[in-house]
C-alpha cells in the first residue's frame, strides 16, 4: 500500500471550466491539485507517481470512462486503496457504480461548501506521509 501525500488530490473531469474553478479553488485551499481531462492519462500518472490522498471523479468522460477508470484502479493493488468521491450528472444509482466499490456522490450541480467538507474531511483522515 502507497501513502497518500497528505494536501495533494486529483481532479478527473473532462469539463474544461468546472476542472479549472475546482482546481483553482482547491488550490487557494492550500491543496496540491492535479488536474486531468482524460481518465486514461490520469491512470498513467497515478501508477507513475506518488498517489493522492483523494480522487474527484467524473463518470461521463469520452475515452475511458470514470466507470473505466475506476476498474482500473481497483484492480491495482497499489491504487485500489486511494478514496474516490465521485463528483457527476450521472444517475449513480441506475448506472450501477455503487457495485464497483464504496464512494461518496456529489451530484452535479454541488454546493462548493459541501464538497469542500468532503474534501476536507478526507485530508483530515489521510495517513501521514513517510
Known sequence: MITPATRSLMIIDDDDDL???LADILTAQGFVVAAFAEARTALAALEDGQAPFLILLDLMMPGMSGWEFRAAQLENARLAPIPVVVVTAANVLSDGVRSLSDVE????PFDLDMLLA???RYAAAA???R
Open 118 to 120: 468532503v474534501v476536507n
Open 105 to 108: 456522490v456529489l451530484r452535479k
Open 127 to 129: 495517513p501521514t506521509p
Open 19 to 21: 476542472r479549472t474553478i
